[in-house]
């Protein structure tokens, strides 16, 4: 099993960044895929950025490619989103995935465990 707590979230004006972070428990995380995904009241879950197991591999929504950045440290079972040159329609919550033995994947139905989230909010 892994347990999953995210932290980083907060207000911010746009154009401004912000980096979250993931901290793991349990001994399957240096195998697991990692993602961030988002979401909104009444909307379904939003991919946003993925990385594979030895970090090698990273996958980005459009929406956020060039703005955003995932990275991880399987030493410290820490994953990271720094999210620069922030919009208004970043807000949401943002929820870390772990997929394990999964290479990596954008999609929300195989990551087995989930955070409880953080709120990001970008507005002036």
């Known amino acids: 099993q892994v347990q999953l707590v995210e932290s980083g979230g907060g207000l911010v004006q746009p154009g401004g960044s912000l980096r979250l972070s993931c901290s793991a428990s349990g001994r399957s995380f240096s195998s697991a895929a990692m993602g961030w995904f988002r979401q909104a009241p009444g909307k379904e879950r939003e991919f946003v950025a993925a990385i594979s197991a030895s970090g090698g591999s990273t996958y980005y929504a459009d929406s956020v490619k060039g703005r955003f950045t995932i990275s991880r440290d399987n030493a410290k079972k820490m994953v990271y989103l720094q999210m620069n040159s922030l919009k208004r329609e970043d807000t949401d919550v943002y929820y870390c995935?772990?997929?394990?033995?999964?290479?990596?994947?954008?999609?929300?139905?195989?990551?087995?465990?989930w955070g409880q989230g953080t709120q990001v909010t970008v507005s002036s």
């Open positions: 995935a772990a997929a394990p033995f999964v290479r990596v994947t954008t999609t929300p139905s195989m990551y087995d465990y």
